[in-house]
């Protein structure tokens, strides 16, 4: 069973800088071998990188636009300590089933999640392959600093070169 460890830190800030300190108290008590964090520019900069290396850490980062890594269901304290840090003993009890039964469905949760999507997703996939020539739209993702009512799509490009299955060049 993978477990995972957790820290809580009060900070005033987010920055690349806190996130490291934090990391090296954290490590003071065991290193992980793998740190998963999602994509923010505090734990993508080279400092954060090198602060991970230096500790011998390999990061993970959450999809893109699709960061759901966590379909447990239960909160990671829980799993590991059995207990909630913030919740007294009688509310966990009414909240969450006991630890080994939480354990056995966290780590069934994720396969039942992940094969109800790839049902869904199969009913409504359609292959619509390019070729070189073809004339396409880009989607747009609308990061945080975009405006609202920024165009959606963009284009139209032409197809140049399909460099996989699913990666094409366009100009």
Do not use: W
């Not at 806190?18 to 900069?45: E, M, V, W």
């Not at 003993?89 to 089933?97: H, R």
Request: proline share 8%.
């Amino acid at each position: 069973m993978k477990l995972a460890m957790f820290g809580f830190f009060a900070s005033k800030s987010e920055t690349t800088e806190t996130y490291a300190n934090c990391l090296k108290q954290l490590f003071q008590i065991q290193i992980p071998i793998k740190l998963l964090t999602d994509r923010n520019g505090a734990f993508t900069s080279s400092r954060f990188k090198r602060c991970l290396r230096n500790y011998n850490v390999k990061q993970l980062l959450t999809t893109s636009h699709h960061p759901q890594t966590n379909v447990t269901k239960f909160h990671p304290a829980y799993l590991l300590f059995g207990t909630l840090p913030y919740t007294p003993p009688l509310a966990q009890n009414q909240v969450y089933p006991p630890v080994e039964e939480a354990r056995r469905l966290a780590k069934e949760n994720p396969i039942k999640y992940y094969e109800k999507n790839k049902i869904k997703y199969d009913a409504r996939f359609i292959d619509s392959p390019f070729e070189p020539g073809d004339i396409v739209i880009y989607e747009e993702f609308n990061y945080p600093n975009r405006r609202k009512l920024s165009p959606i799509f963009s284009g139209p490009y032409e197809i140049v070169q399909k460099l996989s299955d699913v990666n094409y060049e366009i100009t």
